[in-house]
Nanobody, 127 residues
Framework: QVQPVESGGGLVQAGGSLSLSCTTS????????LGWFRQAPGKEREFVAA????????VYAEFVKGRFNIFRDDSDNTVYLQMNSLKAEDTAVYYC????????????????????WGQGTQVTVSS
């Protein structure tokens, strides 16, 4: 298994930036994709961004395109989500999750394909 752990959440004003980190442990020699999801109070957990093992495939939800950037640093098994131009509606608990992908080239947007989830980190954007 590849267990993810998130960090980097906090409180920021609208228009500001935050960087979230997701560090993985376990069978990190396996090829896995990593995704970020978020859940606001009273809402379903939704896809935000994902990156393949090879970093060739990066996908974003429409509502974060042009504002968020996902990238990985394999030297320390960490994936980052750089969030810019934050809006009040970005307020949520952000989760990272991993899914095994033998090809190493795919990143899924489907949360049902993600097996291992972190505990989540709170992001609050004040307007």
């Amino acid at each position: 298994q590849v267990q993810p752990v998130e960090s980097g959440g906090g409180l920021v004003q609208a228009g500001g930036s935050l960087s979230l980190s997701c560090t993985t442990s376990g069978r990190t020699y396996s090829s896995y994709a990593l995704g970020w999801f978020r859940q606001a109070p009273g809402k379903e957990r939704e896809f935000v961004a994902a990156i393949s093992w090879s970093s060739d495939d990066r996908v974003y939800a429409e509502f974060v395109k042009g504002r968020f950037n996902i990238f990985r640093d394999d030297s320390d098994n960490t994936v980052y989500l750089q969030m810019n131009s934050l809006k009040a509606e970005d307020t949520a608990v952000y989760y990272c999750a991993t899914h095994f992908d033998p090809s190493g080239r795919l990143a899924s947007t489907n949360r049902n394909e993600y097996r291992y989830w972190g505990q989540g980190t709170q992001v609050t954007v004040s307007s």
